[in-house]
């Protein structure tokens, strides 16, 4: 299977844990917490951006208009990643090499433990041995107790997504 993280996208103001989300799994997803409309429609076709929407009338008239979208449905964030990824065939294994900043968009960078002396919690310098910096807005990251959350809900996606294929396939692909 090639991989599909060369897709770009934009997401409205509804997706921004589906934008964090897609952000850490590598892909290129712009998100505005407000911006008309008209904007992302624009900002979509100028970048050939993918436009994710929770609004019915903004997926109506970016297909009108000939913009690439998909409206995103399910009740949480497990059920939208899973249309998603299944709508445009998605990787949802995370390869920190290619990871982007959940801020920033940005792609993060393994940083030497000495770089970010005095710049995350003791306990946490004492504890880990490798980071990953944001070069944009400079956000640390690891993998703490959080990841096991992070691996949790992919599980999760990945079981919602074989156990319920073809329902989910039949109701949002179309």
């Not at 290129?28 to 609004?55: C, H, M, N, P, W």
């Not at 996606?157 to 074989?162: A, G, Q």
């Amino acid at each position: 299977m090639s991989d599909e993280r060369i897709l770009k996208f934009i997401a409205d103001g509804m997706l921004g844990k589906l934008t964090r989300w897609l952000r850490i799994l590598g892909y290129d997803i712009e998100y505005f917490k407000v911006l008309s409309d008209d904007l992302l429609i624009e900002r979509a076709k100028e970048g050939q951006r993918i436009l994710l929407t929770r609004d019915l009338e903004l997926y109506q008239r970016a297909i009108a208009k000939g913009i690439r979208a998909l409206y995103v449905e399910g009740n949480d964030e497990v059920e939208r990643l899973a249309i998603v990824t299944l709508y445009f065939n998605l990787n949802l294994d995370v390869d920190v090499a290619i990871s982007r900043c959940p801020k920033c968009n940005v792609i993060i960078e393994l940083v030497s433990k000495e770089d970010i002396a005095g710049r995350v919690p003791e306990k946490t310098f004492k504890r880990y041995n490798e980071f990953w910096k944001c070069p944009k807005c400079e956000q640390i990251y690891w993998q703490g107790s959080h990841w096991i959350r992070i691996e949790e809900t992919l599980n999760n996606v990945k079981r919602l997504l074989s156990g319920r294929r073809a329902h989910i396939f039949m109701s949002f692909k179309s």
